[in-house]
């Protein structure tokens, strides 16, 4: 008979230590990496917020390895299931499903990680297939695993396929649909170099602020206790962590820093905030471009806006930590109450989030034309709103961290056919040299996802009247 059985609970908690393995330690590791894998494929939740519902069990150096594999796993989910399926010699879709993500995190940590020897994955997985399946099953994830243990390089495996574009989707573990699109717009090189970059870890990287002694002073404090940071490439305020914890630091915990990617502190500084600026901050929470500005130019007046008061509640944390008063709206951006207007307002749209897909591998998995298509709608209404609160002589600022012109250029292109007195800026001579790179058109700057960094799009369109 069958002993097959969720590798969770049903109330949707990560398994406990006494179900997940006859051992413990990395093995309920790995038997939580796989229930987040599940979880955050079965639904449209982030994994990361499966990450943090389990995390608290583990002690850090655990949490480090939970991390590793449960994101890798996600970012390698495609190459990993041609592996295994040439492996079992026959097409992924056949096998068991509840051996299916066993396999994926055993295979993923014999590819790619060397500090637990294969025989141990081998062993673990077995293991837990016994508890998912029947001895058969258990039997089939031993011969797999141990034809892989044999050959553990993704150069033995290598992926058999005539058309281009699907060898190179499956080779770099990503949708078909994106590698095409992006294949006719980048070209072969900056699309191999672009999925290269996607399954990457990126580092974490620190806003500091200026009127509180700026990213030398918080980078000394870091250094004092362990933490091996870099002045960031992107951003004047901003710093790489290299090595190390900076959440276990003295500076967190007296608000030193807030933590945000390179990419989009540089995207909210197109262009540089002024002195004495009005600026909106129209969907705000977490709070990360508002945020940026106050940490590059303090002397703005910044009104930060959201609809979820449980997101406005995150930001005001933020801004308790850092010791930063916020002045904090609960306001419809579709439909914003604004007695005044403001010299700046932006506005970070909803979209497809590719320019994130190595800090939300789970993207990639439920990405589609036409969810890109109904994001675009939303962000045109948004953007329509968003206009009407910018002052004449002011700036509309739309961030996306998408790298598509369904949900930038034509958005923007639809704003301009409705309002004549809203014109493209010309950025060049107003972005910092630094990130003049990226200036892609007029009012268009446009950041690909490569290096440490996320990619980012941002246009900017200046008022007349």
Known sequence: MSRRGSSAPSDGRPPGRRAESRRAGADSVRAVAAWIVE????????????????AERFDERDQRLLRELS????????RLDQVIAAAAARRFEEIQVELRTVLRVAV???????RVPAHAAVSEAVDQAHQRSHRGGAGFVNAVLRRIAREPSLAAWPVDETDPVRRLAIDKSHPDALVARWLARFGETATARLLDANNRPRPLHLLAFRDRGGRELVAEQLIDEGIEVEPSRLSPVGLTVRDGNPFATRAFARGAFYVQDEASQAAAFVPPPRAGERVLDAAAAPGGKGLALEALEPAIELVAADLSPARLATLAENGRRLSRPLRLVCADAAAPPWAQRFDRVILDAPCSGTGTLRKHPELKWRWSEVELHRL??????????AAAAVAPGGWLCAITCSLEPEENESVGAALLARHPEFSPVDLAPL????????????GLWRLITDADHDGFSVQVFHRER
Do not use: I, K, N, Y
Request: charged fraction near 20%.
């Open 108 to 114: 993923f940590q014999m590819l790619f990680l060397d």
């Open 376 to 385: 675009a709608e939303q962000a045109e209404r948004l953007l329509e709103s």
């Open 71 to 78: 994101l890798g796993t996600l970012r390698w989910l495609r």
């Open 431 to 442: 972005v910092d040299p630094s990130v003049a790179f990226a200036v892609a058109g007029p």
């Open 39 to 54: 979880r955050t494929l079965a639904s449209r939740a982030p994994a990361e917020s499966f990450l943090a519902a389990a």
